[in-house]
């Protein structure tokens, strides 16, 4: 089944600079990846997907990368801002025609003022 | 538009207890999930429904049970509640790739 590591469990950042979550899959080659963001006591809210034919996708101040080589994905917050202080998780299908939605454990991101 | 709507939001149960955890989407989507989260295990699926009629086994579905009968609704029976069942529960509901997560039900078994 698919495997998805979050390498970090919290990340601290100083507003202003540019936030930086790793996500690493294995097993299956997704065809997309999907980060999600989810603020405490409440459910996940979808952010952006890419696929694997996509280098990169911007959506304002966030960018998520995707390397096939590596088996990777990487979600960048520039100008962070204490707003944007929230759990970011990653997910993948788990295989090809699956409609299991395979989630990591979530980078903790704190931006500090 | 309320999107995904979960209730309750919270609940103590005893052990061996049963109670349903409610779930409605006004998006009509055709797919509708239950998953449990975990202090630091991440969101873990339950089971799953691809329409009315049809539901399916996630990855952790013992003590648990579903039913869909309309394109709105899809609730998760607990049978004989245990503690290993204390956890916070999402439904999510979606068309395509992205799903859509409800407020969450924050359940405890004692």
């Known amino acids: 089944s698919q495997k998805i590591e979050q390498n970090s469990e919290a990340l601290n950042i100083q507003e202003g600079k540019t936030a930086t979550l790793t996500c690493n899959y294995t097993?299956?080659?997704?065809?997309?990846l999907q980060w999600y963001r989810q603020d405490p006591g409440r459910g996940p809210v979808f952010l952006l997907l890419i696929r694997e034919n996509e280098k990169e996708k911007r959506k304002e101040r966030l960018k998520v990368t995707f390397d096939t080589t590596l088996k990777q994905s990487l979600f960048h917050i520039t100008a962070s801002q204490p707003a944007d202080s929230a759990t970011y998780l990653c997910?993948?299908?788990?295989?090809?025609?699956?409609?299991?939605?395979?989630f990591g454990k979530g980078t903790k991101l704190s931006v500090i003022p | 538009n309320a999107g995904v709507t979960q209730t309750p939001k919270f609940r103590i149960l005893k052990i061996g207890q049963s109670m349903t955890l409610q779930c409605a989407q006004d998006?009509?989507?055709?797919?509708m999930y239950w998953y449990r989260q975990d202090p630091g295990m991440g969101l873990k699926l339950i089971y799953y429904s691809v329409g009315a009629g049809i539901t399916d086994k996630g990855e952790v579905p013992n003590g648990y049970n579903v039913s869909r009968s309309t394109t709105e609704d899809f609730p998760l029976r607990l049978e004989l509640a245990a503690p290993s069942q204390t956890s916070v529960y999402f439904c999510?509901?979606?068309?395509?790739?992205?799903?859509?997560f409800g407020p969450g039900t924050r359940l405890t078994v004692t």
């Open positions: 997910a993948s299908y788990s295989g090809a025609g699956s409609y299991q939605l395979t």
């Open positions: 097993n299956y080659s997704p065809a997309y």
């Open positions: 999510a509901s979606g068309d395509s790739y992205e799903q859509y």
């Open positions: 998006m009509n989507h055709n797919y």
